[in-house]
């Protein structure tokens, strides 16, 4: 009886691990699956666009034949598709992606030198969509149907309507040409200066991301407003500051969290058109010069970071979903 | 037999304008609401009053490397002219003059026999020896690294060093335009020592460069910018840098760079887009200056099968194309109409009756629609279609692509435009199978050399750029004599009657020349605008206002 009787709470906290374990296991299964297959995809489909990489190292100049057979050679061109992709993956698991065409350097030097700028503009962006989109979505939600509510909505569409090459020229010509406030272009020297020369491409880059957040915090909350418990907690006599931190704010997490790991990609791939309009070198500038000019080892590593970075921040975000809100694992009879 | 190399220039500016483009499209497609600008061509700017701490300067690319060996772009040129230096210095007049060479004799037709300068440092303070030249000059010749610049050593059998101080270069036959091209990337001379050390990593941002030239590279922020500072122990005291460092910063968006340069955030720059020339003017900050240049913008015809093929066509086309127009509408009147595909500036060393033949004694094609229409009626051409390729690289592309649709169409013929990437026009000048079914496209070509022979070569049957495969042997033969002419006033009669034999054929249709531009800024001066800077250390000249 006794090791019966402890067994059964022993077994209900090992199947509630496993349980947890699978989860987790069957997660990294996913990434690895979805990983693999965006390396097929970004691998192969350099072979779909038109253009002949030697010739683009060879410039088009007249070259002798002894040297486009050596270049194919260099870089491997003259090995089948498959032994090409085979190469290319181990490489990456050595973390060698190869050699850019363009720089003639290893691609992960070219991708390291930009890197810490696209870095710290997401981080940047990130911050001000998060501080300024939750707080105006709170705010409109709080003020739901009255007119600081629709005024708070017309301000998000508007500048959600703002592209971000438009709102970089308005920026610059405001801030940095005409009141001489800010730098208009380059990143600076040292991690303050940088961080001053990225205000306004960090702005720039977070207008169109803010009104995402501000509408589904605003809809999420608004939603949470509505159901019972917050009602029972309200007439309770609970603070109403306290109500919505805990009550309608954290059951409001969910759909926004959900939301921030797509926006984290978007803000990568949209980081191109801040950079190029700041004069930034970071990875966005570099993709789209790369993929001009045939680049394929450089926008095969930065198109695989970018996939790797949204595949993993959503699987985070997925494993930390039950923390935030247990009913995700429990099911929706526990609602 | 030789092929001097050359760059369709207008490809460079490919992407970095493509904001510009798309800003200035409406305004350049109607000529009317344009207002053009006045120039003239500036020989050369102030001297400094004095030398300067440092200087910005601005690029619309960064360089994909600065080994001379790939160096073939503007982005590239403009970096590495004022770092490393060549046998020869080509001068913003475009003449040549000695330079890392001291002298040079051409004692058979087949050899070139370079003395190399004594007391030339390079920049990590070791001598400049004979050994360095023929290692220099060598990789050029290493299939494994395949230079740009191997079209000039194809005829090279041997580099030797056969003195103290002396290298000689045997070629498989005479050839004229090799030394010419030793003003160019194509006679840069590098450390050996360096060029052993660095490897595959040579010129790239970790592995940079060790030259001889009055600035040395100090730093390479990769996308950015690059900082020069200057080299103290410089061999020539007339070109000792006036400026103790120079940062050349990269932006390939083209309001980026307009902006810096009007809010006085950086000096000066090359290539000023002409839709921006007005505003630097209006903001005090400086000036747009223009200087002499050796592009010829021209339509290369690339199919010689088509209707295009009947030179009678070709000639209709070029007569219904109101090419002043077009400069007008392009480019706001900065440049000139041309009936040739060489600017006077290669032409130096003409006598005056080759200058006459070249430049005088030509068909000039005035606009007249009637007698092009005539023309094309007379060749059984009408209803016949072209197909002209064009893309979004600089506000140009869209006004000459759909003036020259619209002018075959006056002229009895169809017209259709087929618009690329960039990537997939560039590929036009390198891929045969990429010009198939493309009849017309639009470059700007500029020359390297002083001599007019580097264009013309060009056309000769079977030469890899001469796209439309045009075929002349009186041209081929009159071209091939004179590439054995040893003496420069000698060969431009020859050069001069392969310029009549273009004019008249048209194997491309020439359409303008616009001379090159610059921004200087109030704090600085002493630099002369001309397409020289490729090759001459202009930023060497740069002192203080």
């Not at chain 1, 498959?82 to 190869?98: P, S």
């Not at chain 2, 904001?19 to 102030?46: F, M, N, R």
């Amino acid at each position: 009886m006794a090791p019966g009787s402890a067994a059964a709470p022993a077994a209900v906290g090992g199947s509630r691990t496993s349980a947890a374990v699978r989860r987790v296991a069957g997660k990294l299964g996913g990434l690895l699956l979805t990983l693999f297959l965006a390396s097929l995809l970004v691998f192969f489909s350099r072979f779909l666009v038109p253009g002949d990489p030697v010739r683009f190292l060879l410039r088009g100049r007249e070259p002798s034949a002894e040297a486009v057979a050596a270049v194919t050679a260099q870089y491997g061109l003259d090995l089948p598709p498959w032994q090409q992709y085979l190469n290319w993956v181990g490489g990456i698991l050595h973390g060698d992606f190869g050699r850019s065409l363009q720089y003639r350097q290893d691609v992960t030097i070219v991708i390291a030198e930009r890197l810490p700028v696209t870095l710290l503009l997401v981080v940047m962006a990130g911050s001000i969509i998060a501080v300024v989109g939750l707080s105006l979505g709170t705010v409109a939600a709080l003020n739901r149907g009255r007119a600081l509510d629709r005024l708070t909505l017309i301000a998000l569409t508007t500048l959600g309507a703002i592209p971000s090459f438009v709102g970089s020229i308005v920026l610059i010509a405001v801030f940095a040409v005409q009141l001489g406030w800010f730098p208009s272009f380059g990143s600076g020297d040292g991690f303050l200066d940088t961080v001053y020369h990225l205000v306004l491409p960090s702005i720039a880059l977070a207008l169109v991301f803010i009104v995402l957040i501000g509408k589904v915090t605003r809809s999420a909350m608004v939603e949470q407003l509505r159901r019972e418990h917050v009602e029972v907690a309200t007439s309770r006599g609970l603070a109403r500051a306290l109500v919505v931190r805990r009550h309608v704010l954290r059951n409001a997490l969910g759909p926004i969290i959900t939301v921030s790991g797509i926006l984290v990609a978007g803000l990568f791939v949209a980081s191109s058109i801040v950079e190029a309009a700041f004069g930034l070198s970071g990875i966005g500038s570099l993709l789209v010069q790369s993929v001009d000019r045939l680049d394929f080892p450089v926008v095969q590593a930065i198109v695989l970071l970018v996939v790797t970075v949204f595949v993993v921040v959503n699987a985070v975000v997925d494993l930390l979903e039950p923390w935030i809100d247990p009913r995700s694992t429990a099911g929706d009879s526990a609602r | 037999m030789t092929r001097p190399a050359h760059r369709p220039a207008a490809l460079v500016i490919a992407g970095a304008l493509s904001v510009a483009v798309a800003l200035a499209g409406c305004s350049a497609a109607e000529p009317a609401s344009v207002d053009t600008i006045d120039w003239s061509l500036t020989d050369q700017t102030a001297a400094p009053s004095g030398d300067i701490d440092s200087f910005d300067w601005v690029s619309y690319a960064e360089p994909s490397s600065l080994d001379y060996a790939y160096a073939f772009d503007y982005a590239d040129n403009q970096v590495l002219a004022n770092v490393c230096e060549a046998l020869l210095r080509l001068n913003p007049d475009f003449s040549l003059s000695p330079g890392l060479a001291e002298s040079f004799a051409h004692p058979t037709p087949t050899t070139w026999v370079y003395t190399i300068r004594d007391g030339v440092t390079f920049h990590d303070g070791t001598a400049l020896t004979a050994d360095d030249v023929v290692a220099s000059m060598l990789r050029h010749l290493d299939p494994a690294v395949g230079s740009y610049w191997y079209s000039v050593y194809q005829n090279v059998v041997s580099i030797e060093r056969t003195g103290d101080r002396e290298v000689t270069v045997t070629m498989a036959g005479p050839d004229s335009v090799f030394n010419l091209a030793m003003g160019s990337s194509a006679g840069v001379i590098e450390s050996a020592a360096t060029l052993a050390s660095a490897g595959a990593e040579y010129g790239n941002s970790t592995g940079g460069v060790n030259c001889t030239g009055p600035f040395q590279l100090a730093a390479w922020k990769a996308g950015e910018s690059i900082t020069l500072t200057r080299h103290e122990d410089y061999w020539d005291e007339s070109l000792r840098a006036r400026a103790a460092s120079v940062d050349i910063l990269f932006m390939n968006d083209a309001n980026a760079r307009v902006n810096a340069l009007k809010s006085g955030e950086v000096d000066g720059g090359w290539m000023i887009p002409t839709e921006a020339v007005t505003q630097l003017n209006e903001s005090g900050s400086g000036e747009v200056l223009f200087g002499l240049t050796t592009a010829v913008s021209s339509l290369i015809v690339s199919d010689t099968e088509g209707p295009l093929g009947d030179q009678r066509v070709r000639q209709a086309l070029l007569m219904a194309l109101d090419r002043q127009g077009i400069v007008d509408a392009a480019l706001r009147g900065v440049g000139e109409v041309t009936d040739v595909l060489t600017t006077e500036s290669v032409w130096g060393d003409a006598s005056d009756s080759a200058f006459a033949a070249a430049f005088e004694d030509i068909e000039s094609y005035p606009y007249d629609v009637e007698a092009a229409r005539a023309l094309v009626e007379e060749a059984g051409a009408t209803g016949e279609q072209i197909v002209i390729a064009t893309a979004p690289i600089a506000s140009e592309f869209a006004v000459i692509s759909q003036a020259t649709a619209a002018a075959a169409q006056s002229i009895g013929l169809e017209a259709k435009i087929e618009t690329v990437s960039p990537s997939a026009y560039t590929a036009l000048f390198a891929d045969p199978s990429a010009r198939e079914g493309i009849d017309l496209f639009f470059t700007s070509w500029y020359l390297s050399s002083p001599d007019p022979l580097e264009m013309y070569a060009v056309l000769r049957t079977g030469e890899f750029s001469n796209y439309g495969e045009w075929s002349n042997a009186e041209f081929d033969a009159i071209v091939n004599e004179a590439v054995q002419i040893d003496d420069p006033t000698e060969r431009t009669e020859n050069a001069a009657e392969a310029q009549r034999i273009a004019n008249e054929q048209l194997p491309w249709l020439p359409l303008y020349t616009a001379p090159m531009s610059m921004f200087l800024g109030e704090r600085i001066t002493g630099v002369t605008p001309s397409i020289a800077f490729l090759y001459y250390p202009w930023a060497a000249t740069i002192g203080a206002r």
